[in-house]
T-cell receptor
Framework: DQQVKQNSPSLSVQEGRISILNCDYT??????FLWYKKYPAEGPTFLIS?????DKNEDGRFTVFLNKSAKHLSLHIVPSQPGDSAVYFC?????????????FGQGTILTVHP | DAMVIQNPRYQVTQFGKPVTLSCSQT?????MYWYQQKSSQAPKLLFH???????NEADTPDNFQSRRPNTSFCFLDIRSPGLGDAAMYLC??????????FGPGTRLTVT
């Protein structure tokens, strides 16, 4: 039972355009969502997060949108840069006593072409 | 720089031969986690420590054990590795559960 799903294994985008990565979840107890970026031979690096009390969070070129009724979140990268090429993981946790126990999606490989 | 360090980065072990992976952190975080990531799959939580309290996930095989002798160090012991245990093992830390920081991982090969 995969509680967090990233249905697009890969995404290819031209430099300067918008990248949109999608994530769906099934567990209604999840109330905090995170995006991590992973380069080859490195561990995941925290990128941006959003609490379920919000529907949008921005940090520079990165914006995360949350649609609780649809149990869907998305990460927008504008403008995309070649250095953004990496694997992006969506993760979720149910707060409370979960102490950061994350349930991950399978990841989306983003390739940004110059 | 404060960080999460994992040693070794690559580990080869034989089928059934016990192996230990190590993780250390300079962040002084009170929570430490071990995740297993098999090829093209999502990282999966094996267990975590909240301070000294050990918490095992329900579906973590008994073959996997962990030790946390102090705040800075955490070990993953695989008592009798099988071919199915070949994976990337990721250590992570957090302060009270917020936005965990990950180490670079140890890639385990079982021959």
């Amino acid at each position: 039972d995969q509680q967090v799903k990233q249905n697009s294994p890969s995404l290819s985008v031209q430099e300067g355009r918008i990248s949109i990565l999608n994530c769906d979840y099934t567990n209604s107890m999840f109330d905090y969502f995170l995006w991590y970026k992973k380069y080859p031979a490195e561990g995941p690096t925290f990128l941006i997060s959003i609490s379920s009390i919000k529907d949008k969070n921005e940090d520079g070129r990165f914006t995360v949108f949350l649609n609780k009724s649809a149990k869907h979140l998305s990460l927008h990268i504008v403008p995309s840069q070649p250095g953004d090429s990496a694997v992006y993981f969506c993760a979720a946790t149910d707060g409370g006593t979960s102490y950061g126990k994350l349930t991950f999606g399978q990841g989306t490989i983003l390739t940004v072409h110059p | 720089d404060a960080m999460v360090i994992q040693n070794p980065r690559y580990q080869v072990t034989q089928f059934g031969k016990p192996v230990t992976l190590s993780c250390s952190q300079t962040l002084n975080h009170n929570v430490m986690y071990w995740y297993q990531q098999k090829s093209s799959q999502a990282p999966k939580l094996l267990f975590h420590y909240y301070d000294k309290d050990f918490n095992n996930e329900a579906d973590t095989p008994d073959n996997f054990q962990s030790r946390r002798p102090n705040t800075s160090f955490c070990f993953l012991d695989i008592r009798s590795p099988g071919l199915g245990d070949a994976a990337m093992y990721l250590c992570a830390t957090s302060r009270q559960g917020y936005e965990p920081d990950f180490g670079p991982g140890t890639r385990l090969t079982v021959t």
